[in-house]
């Protein structure tokens, strides 16, 4: 029940992060935030809170039962790679 | 020298496919998904490498060049949140998919899914002729790059044959996995080069703050999205990123995966990795604004190389064969006599009437 809380928790912060990344706002901005451009700056600290949600997407929502498959007959492992 | 470093690079890549062989188990499975033993890390180069390609070092600076920082917003951002939604969403799937019923292409895929070879034979015309033109703009801009980085020593047409050459021979002897290989190695050269590349341009340039104040005072435009670029444009590039998985070869590679699990750093390290690749090529495009004004159209492209070629070494050639000189150089002094005729870029100085008289005498430049 948490669990199924949690998901739709963090894929409803995916959709947010969707539309966070149409900034409007800073369009015209040419202010100047640690050092870049304004709308350089944000969509770098946008990627990086995209990789820290993603983060937590295959921490807590990672889907279950994917590896339980059963090998197709003649298809054997390699050690290489 | 270049054109040393250039093969010593070719060679390397030709090496690393030929190893990978020696890996070869000689089934189709092991040929065509490396038997599904690609770890995560690999996955994750591999991936990024295959989706990205030359564009965002080479392209992404020269449409900055056009367009401004925006560009980031427009394609950059875009990739770093869709593509890790869709490899989470339905590369992993797929993958879980294709080890349970043997998948090793794409079209299996699709045909066993709809239950209808019509549409696995639809889909196999419809990617062969998506690809073969993809591919070939990917080989015909390895040899333009190639003839603008020696200074036209390799003509475009041999670069592009090489390229051809290179690539299909490690591709038929190291098969996927030797392709995962290259993939990373080339991946990671990718990252290591333009970080010290844009490292080396802004340090000459007198630090990146000083740079984009000038770019603030002369050309302001550059560094917001302003008119160039409108509302509705980012919206629909956020729907670019959707096809990735539509690529047969990024299909395929996710196929290769080890285990489930080895999607886990993908799907986090992708948007990094695009910070990581795309904010030094678009920065170094807008600073070429000020540094090298005027390119247009695929000239714009060549922003990285020119800059890069800029700071290098200069060469001072003394030749008198006048399309030698149109293809190399950049800036060009006319003797006569001992002295200094007339100086300036190629197109001014070989249409200066003092110039045609000397070189070709009074009577012919009537």
């Known amino acids: 029940m948490r669990s199924a809380v949690v998901r739709r928790l963090l894929f409803g912060a995916l959709l947010l992060a969707f539309v966070l990344r149409h900034d409007l706002w800073l369009w015209n901005d040419s202010r100047f935030v640690l050092g870049l451009p304004v709308g350089l700056t944000y969509h770098i600290v946008f990627c990086i809170g995209v990789a820290l949600l993603m983060a937590l997407i295959v921490r807590f929502a990672w889907p279950t039962g994917l590896d339980d498959v059963t090998t197709p007959p003649g298809q054997e492992r390699s050690s290489g790679t | ?366």
């Not at chain 2, 690393?16 to 994750?44: C, M, W």
């Not at chain 2, 003509?155 to 021979?169: D, N, Q």
């Not at chain 2, 670019?240 to 750093?265: K, Q, Y």
């Open chain 2, 1 to 366: 020298m270049t054109l040393a470093v250039i093969l010593a690079y070719l060679v390397l890549v030709l090496l690393i496919g030929l190893v990978s062989h020696r890996l070869f188990r000689g089934t189709g499975e092991d040929y065509f998904l490396a038997t599904r033993t690609i770890p995560s890390f690999l996955l994750l180069m591999s991936l990024f490498g295959t989706h990205m390609t030359a564009f965002s070092l080479l392209g992404a600076s020269g449409e900055s060049y056009r367009r401004g920082i925006g560009v980031f917003a427009l394609m950059a951002s875009s990739s770093a949140l869709v593509a890790p939604v869709v490899f989470y969403f339905v590369g992993i799937r797929l993958w879980a998919l294709g080890k349970r019923r043997g998948y090793i292409t794409q079209v299996q895929y699709f045909r066993e899914r709809w239950d209808s070879d019509g549409i696995g034979l639809l889909l196999f015309v419809v990617t062969i002729l998506l690809l073969v033109p993809y591919l070939l703009i990917g080989v015909m801009a390895g040899g333009i790059t190639l003839e603008q980085i020696t200074g036209g020593q390799v003509p475009a047409w041999i670069g592009s044959l090489a390229v051809c050459a290179v690539v299909m021979t490690y591709v038929v002897y190291g098969g996927l996995r030797g392709t995962a290989w290259v993939n990373t190695f080339q991946t990671l050269i990718f990252m290591i080069l333009g970080g010290l590349a844009f490292w080396l341009i802004v340090r000459e340039l007198g630090g990146l703050d000083s740079a984009l104040d000038r770019v603030a005072a002369h050309d302001p435009q550059a560094l917001v999205r302003g008119e160039g670029m409108r509302p509705l444009t980012l919206l629909t590039y956020a729907c670019i990123p959707l096809s990735v998985g539509m690529f047969p070869h990024i299909f395929m590679h996710w196929l290769t995966a080890r285990r489930a699990e080895s999607f886990r750093l993908p799907i986090v390290a992708y948007p990094i990795c695009i910070v990581v690749v795309w904010v030094p090529s678009v920065l170094l495009g807008v600073l070429g604004r000020g540094e090298v004004p005027g390119l247009e159209g695929p000239q714009a492209s060549s922003i990285l190389v020119r800059m890069i070629q800029a700071r290098g070494i200069t060469i001072c050639i003394i030749e008198h064969v006048m399309s030698v000189i149109r293809e190399l150089t950049q800036r060009v002094v006319v003797l006569d006599w001992g002295e200094v005729l007339a100086e300036g870029p190629y197109d001014e100085v070989s249409t200066d009437a003092r110039v045609i008289s000397a070189y070709l005498g009074e009577e012919d430049a009537c």
